[in-house]
Structure formats: C-alpha cells, structure tokens
C-alpha cells in the first residue's frame, strides 16, 4: 500500500495566497514588471559582451563556443525587448552555422532573423535575411525554394527604394 502524504493547510493556503499579506505584497512586486530601456543598464552590458565574445570566439574559429555565448545574447536581448539586436544575433548565428554544414540550425536562425525583422517592421533586416535564406538553399542546390526566397526580397526590397538591398 502507497501512502501519500496529505499537503499541509499552510502550504494550500501559501499557494492560494491567503497566508499572510506580506507574501501578496511581495509577489505583486514580483509580478510589477516595467518597461525597460533596452539600450542601456547592467543587463544590457552583459549582452553585449556575450555578443562581443561570441564575434571574438568566430573570429578565432570556435564557431560552436560562440554560438553559444550568441544564444546567452540573444536571451538576454529578448528579456529586454530589443529585438534589433536579436535580429542581429540571429544572422550571426545563421552564418556560423552554415561554415560546419549545420544547415537546418542555420535555416532556423535565418528564419528567426526574418521574423523577428518583420516584427519590428524592418524591410531591410527582412531582406537580408531573406537573401541569408535563398543563399543557403542556393548553396544546398535547392534551386527552386532560393528562388522564391530571392523574389520574395527583392519585393520587400522594392518599396525601400535602398539600391544596396534592391541589388542584394
């Protein structure tokens, strides 16, 4: 026979939150979350210097260490809300990816750097990675999925009238 141990009142009380107001109070602060500046502050530092250490561990050639220290940015980026410098990370992951033939990590990393660029109505970061997408698909001989990739940025690109992404 299997006893189970019957919860405590104090604990279904302390989960239901009637224990004491001091533990309401404390989760409303908790919970009380305000808009960040996603350019500055302490958090902001340290993604930046997992960022620039993952740039420094690809230059180095240790694409899989900074891989990691860009997945460390990206996180800390998205708690902030600065999806620019996700959208950036994500390119450079992309990127890394392809040099070790990990196409369907690079794929997704591309994808994550279109959406998260239309997200922040950003034609251009869309186009890139559009242009990161056909070039991977291109270079994997799927003629026709780059194809479609490459149109569908020269039509984001068009209506920016920047040649630099009309020519990509």
């Known amino acids: 026979m299997m006893l189970r141990p019957l919860p405590s009142l104090l604990l279904i009380t302390a989960l239901l ?5 001091g533990w309401a109070s404390n989760l409303n602060q908790q919970l009380n979350i305000q808009p960040r500046n996603p350019t500055q ?6 993604a930046d210097q997992w960022a620039q250490l993952g740039h420094q561990q690809a230059v180095a050639g240790d694409l899989a260490q900074a891989t990691q220290s860009w997945s460390e940015a990206v996180a800390i980026y998205a708690l902030l809300g600065d999806t620019q410098a ?3 990370i994500y390119s ?9 033939r990990q196409y ?5 990393a591309f994808q994550r750097r279109v959406g998260t660029a239309r997200m922040n109505n950003d034609p251009l970061g869309v186009v890139f990675g559009l242009n990161n997408l056909g070039s991977l698909h291109l270079s994997l001989g799927r003629l026709d999925t780059a194809q ?15 040649a630099n992404a009309i020519g990509l």
């Open 17 to 21: 939150g009637w224990a004491s107001p």
């Open 104 to 108: 369907p990590e690079a794929e997704l």
């Open 148 to 162: 479609t990739y490459f149109e569908e940025a020269l039509t984001v690109a068009q209506p920016t009238r920047d």
């Open 86 to 88: 996700q959208a950036q």
């Open 41 to 46: 502050g302490s958090a902001r530092n340290v």
């Open 92 to 100: 450079a992951r992309g990127s890394a990816f392809v040099a070790p």
